[in-house]
């Protein structure tokens, strides 16, 4: 069992940035993909970014991409979400996610541990 656990969310001005952490115990996460996915209110939970359990490959959501980046510090089992040029539409809860896949993934249901997620607000 792998338990994940977010932070660094918040309340920042459109065009700020946040570093969101995602630190996982138990079974270390360092033998599985890890993702993070959203959910804003009223809306469907979507996939924003992947990376493979080796770091090398990664995955964005066009929404996203140019602005996020993700990374992992397999020897802290932490995974990442850098975002930049931050938008309204952004707001949402951030779910950090462990898959079994060795590589990445954009898809919900392969992913099969999941954090509570942490709240980012982006403010206009």
């Known amino acids: 069992q792998v338990q994940l656990v977010e932070s660094g969310g918040g309340l920042v001005q459109a065009g700020g940035s946040l570093r969101l952490s995602c630190a996982a115990s138990?079974?270390?996460?360092?033998?599985?993909?890890m993702g993070w996915f959203r959910q804003a209110p009223g809306q469907e939970r979507e996939f924003v970014a992947a990376i493979s359990r080796s770091g090398q490959s990664t995955d964005f959501a066009d929404s996203v991409k140019g602005r996020f980046t993700i990374s992992r510090d397999n020897a802290k089992n932490t995974v990442y979400l850098q975002m930049s040029s931050l938008k309204p539409e952004d707001t949402a809860v951030y779910y950090c996610?462990?898959?079994?896949?060795?590589?990445?993934?954009?898809?919900?249901?392969?992913?099969?541990?999941w954090g509570r997620g942490t709240q980012v607000t982006v403010s206009s």
């Open positions: 996610a462990g898959t079994i896949n060795f590589g990445t993934t954009i898809r919900r249901n392969d992913y099969i541990y």
């Open positions: 138990g079974r270390t996460s360092i033998n599985y993909g």
